[in-house]
């Protein structure tokens, strides 16, 4: 099992839904989460971090850890063209830092 | 605020030629990182730096990739030989202070490495 895993995508939604991007990890101590989105083509950039059980927003954005189930997810609202992009999930494990694969999004106008 | 700065943004080189990448990072930024990220996939950390100490090189292959950062600011990550299966791009990020990940990674915009 892979210390942080994501479904690869593409997921696809129409402008204004809301978009959920689910991830999973290996480590149930592991205390830290980011999400980070990357452009194609350009780097990461933070979007939100999480580091208690239940949810975090900002904006349109909004993080919800389950430590209990081991997966953390973030939900998109109002759906832009512009948040199309790939969103890396990332966790520290032990004193590690991994970062998932990431999840496609593609907002359809 | 300048942010993290990295060259050269391409390289092309033949393989078991030698190459070099830059990072310098934001100005006042204590934590270094070199990342690599192939193409579908997440960057994967190659070495972390707190000031000039290399506190986690356990990802770096060290028969062939070395670091440096002497003087706590500006990094070198080298490659020699390179071999095909190392193209990929080369991240660097850095973060204000020490202690672990919990602060904020900013990233540079990557070296794309072609090895032929």
């Known amino acids: 099992q892979k210390e942080v895993e994501q479904n690869s995508g593409p997921l696809s939604v129409p402008e204004g839904a809301i978009a959920s991007l689910n991830c999973t990890y290996s480590d149930r101590g592991s205390q830290s989460f980011f999400w980070y989105r990357q452009y194609s083509g350009k780097s990461p950039e933070l979007i939100m971090f999480i580091y208690s059980n239940g949810d975090k927003e900002d904006g349109r954005f909004t993080a919800q850890l389950n430590k209990a189930s081991q997966y953390v997810s973030l939900l998109i609202r109002d759906s832009q063209p512009s948040d199309s992009a790939t969103y890396l999930c990332?966790?520290?494990?032990?004193?590690?830092?991994?970062f998932g694969t990431g999840t496609s999004l593609t907002v359809i106008p | 605020e300048a942010g993290v700065v990295q060259s050269p943004r391409y390289k092309i080189i033949e393989k078991k030629q030698p190459v070099a990448f830059w990072c310098n990072p934001i100005?006042?930024?204590?934590?270094l990182y070199w990342y690599l990220q192939n193409l579908g996939q997440g960057p994967e950390l190659l070495i972390r730096y707190e000031n000039e100490e290399a506190v986690d090189d356990s990802q770096l292959p060290k028969d062939r990739f070395s670091a440096e950062r002497l003087k706590g600011v500006d990094s070198t990550l080298k490659i020699q030989p390179a071999e095909l299966g190392d193209s990929a791009v080369y991240l660097c990020a850095s973060s204000p202070r020490s202690g672990g990940f919990s602060d904020t990674q900013y990233f540079g915009p990557g070296t794309r490495l072609t090895v032929l």
């Open positions: 100005s006042g930024h204590n934590t």
């Open positions: 990332a966790v520290i494990i032990g004193n590690q830092f991994y």
